[in-house]
């Protein structure tokens, strides 16, 4: 069954860091899209970043912040948030998105909360 | 960045009751629109891809249309499982945006 798996989130203190992480099953996440989409509580749906063949994009509210990357031995791919705001406290889910058609199959979200 | 305004933000429906959600576009975005639906607790499920193709599961009950900037999400007869949370979002340009979404809820 194709399947995402996330794991990292946590509280954290703002101006903090950390490591968000989506393991892929039947599927490779270096051939495709893989994404990020978070959902403050009680709000819509935002996207964060995309990460294909190399190519990396964001959205203007955490240029600069956050990176996407994999690691293509583990079928594992990743959100380094840096510099941590409160704005940031959100579900991130990860997604794996197929060319043309839109984000298929989604992680089961994990929850992210900044503050002191 | 594109902005996509879906309407109405709240809608209320009887089951059986034939609904329709719009999305519109800040630009064209030719016909990279996808539907979701997303139930309290869970993750989004991907309905409509290409603004009009159903993906494989999905009710028939679901249609999408629309091109460039107006596209439409219509559920022909809504059912129980239907009461939730739709949204928008285009892939013709980075960054990738989302309708503010649109709540099915029971009259």
């Known amino acids: 069954e194709v399947q995402l798996v996330e794991s990292g989130g946590d509280l954290i203190q703002p101006g903090g860091s950390l490591r968000l992480s989506c393991a892929a099953s039947?599927?490779?996440?270096?051939?495709?899209?893989m994404t990020w989409v978070r959902q403050a509580p009680g709000k819509g749906l935002e996207w964060v970043s995309v990460l294909y063949s190399g190519r990396t994009y964001y959205a203007d509210s955490v240029k600069g912040r956050f990176t996407i990357s994999r690691d293509n031995s583990e079928n594992t791919f990743y959100l380094q948030m840096n510099s941590l705001r409160a704005e940031d406290s959100a579900v991130y889910y990860c997604?794996?998105?197929?060319?043309?058609?839109?984000?298929?199959?989604w992680g089961q979200g994990t929850l992210v909360t900044v503050s002191s | 960045d594109i902005q996509m305004t879906q309407s109405p933000s709240t809608l209320s429906a009887s089951v059986g009751d034939r609904v329709t959600i719009t999305c519109r576009a800040s630009q064209s975005i030719s016909s990279w629109l996808a539907w979701y639906r997303q139930k309290p607790g869970k993750a989004p499920k991907l309905l409509i891809s290409?603004?009009?193709s159903l993906e494989s599961g999905v009710p028939s009950t679901f249609s999408g249309s629309g091109s460039g900037t107006e596209f439409t999400l219509t559920i022909s007869s809504l059912q129980p499982d239907d009461f939730a949370t739709y949204y928008c979002q285009q892939y013709n340009n980075y960054p990738w945006t989302f309708g503010q979404g649109t709540k099915v809820e029971i009259k």
């Open positions: 039947e599927f490779t996440v270096s051939r495709d899209y």
């Open positions: 997604g794996r998105h197929q060319y043309g058609v839109g984000i298929d199959c």
């Open positions: 290409k603004a009009s």
